[in-house]
C-alpha cells in the first residue's frame, strides 16, 4: 500500500460526460501529480500541483482541470468525455527531500475510466 | 515528441538470467533517473533511481547503470526471479521553474520463465 488513496477504482460514463477523479495524497506529501495512461501508451504527465498551487503542466487538454485543496487531496476534472479519454488515471504524490527537489513518487492504484 | 524512450516493449528472460531492460533519453537537462515496476491493476512502484553525478546505483539484485554521453540507462536484474515478472517504466526528470517534473518511458514488459 503506497498510502495513496484514489477514487473512484472504475468510471464507466458516456460521451459527452464529466467526471470527477479524487486523489488523497500520503500523509505530509506536498505535492500530487496526475499521470494519464492509455493503451499501449506509458504514463503521460498531466499536471502538478505543490501544496496549493500549479507547479508543473504537461499534455493536459483545456477540457481537462485540476485542482489541489487545502488538506491537500487533489481533483482532476475531466469534461466534454471523448470516447479517446477512455485511460487509466494516476494519481501520485511525493515529499521534497534534502536539496529542495523530490525524489520518488508514490502512486496510487489508478481509476479506470471508460467512455462509451 | 517521446522524451523518454524504451524500444523493447517487451522481454523474456529465463529465471536465475540477467535481464536488461533499456531506456534512451533526449533531453539532456534531465539529471534524475527512475525505474517504476507496475503489476496489473497497481499503481507502480517505485524500484530504484540514480542522480546524473553517478553512472551506476546498486540496490539488491537491481543495478540502474547511466552513460551520459549516450543519454542511455539500463536497469540489470541478477538473477531474475518470476516474481519479476511485470511492466518497467523508467522516468527522467529535471527542473523546470523550480521544480521537477517526471517525463516516463513506455514502459517494458519483462516475462521470467521458470
Known amino acids: 500500500d503506497s498510502g495513496v488513496t484514489q477514487t473512484p477504482k472504475h468510471l464507466i460514463t458516456a460521451t459527452g460526460q464529466r467526471v470527477t477523479l479524487r486523489c488523497s495524497p500520503r500523509s505530509g506529501d506536498l505535492s500530487v501529480y496526475w499521470y494519464q495512461q492509455s493503451l499501449d501508451q506509458g504514463l503521460q504527465f498531466l499536471i502538478q500541483y505543490y501544496n496549493g498551487e500549479e507547479r508543473a503542466k504537461g499534455n493536459i487538454l483545456e477540457r481537462f482541470s485540476a485542482q489541489q485543496f487545502p488538506d491537500l487531496h487533489s481533483e482532476l476534472n475531466l469534461s466534454s468525455l471523448e470516447l479517446g479519454d477512455s485511460a487509466l488515471y494516476f494519481c501520485?504524490?511525493?515529499?521534497?527531500?534534502?536539496?529542495?527537489?523530490?525524489?520518488?513518487?508514490?502512486f496510487g492504484s489508478g481509476t479506470q475510466l471508460s467512455v462509451l | 515528441d517521446q522524451q523518454v524512450k524504451q524500444n523493447s516493449p517487451s522481454l523474456s528472460v529465463q529465471e536465475g538470467r540477467i535481464s536488461i531492460l533499456n531506456c534512451d533519453y533526449t533531453n539532456s537537462m534531465f539529471d534524475y533517473f527512475l525505474w517504476y515496476k507496475k503489476y496489473p491493476a497497481e499503481g507502480p512502484t517505485f524500484l530504484i533511481s540514480?542522480?546524473?553525478?553517478?553512472d551506476k546505483n546498486e540496490d539488491g539484485r537491481f543495478t540502474v547503470f547511466l552513460n551520459k554521453s549516450a543519454k542511455h540507462l539500463s536497469l540489470h536484474i541478477v538473477p531474475s526471479q518470476p516474481g519479476d515478472s511485470a511492466v518497467y517504466f523508467c522516468?527522467?526528470?529535471?527542473?523546470?521553474?523550480?521544480?521537477?517534473?517526471?517525463?516516463f518511458g513506455t514502459g517494458t514488459r519483462l516475462k521470467v520463465l521458470a
Open positions: 540514480i542522480s546524473s553525478i553517478k
Open positions: 522516468a527522467a526528470s529535471g527542473t523546470t521553474s523550480g521544480t521537477y517534473k517526471y517525463i
Open positions: 501520485a504524490s511525493s515529499a521534497p527531500s534534502a536539496g529542495g527537489f523530490n525524489e520518488k513518487l508514490f
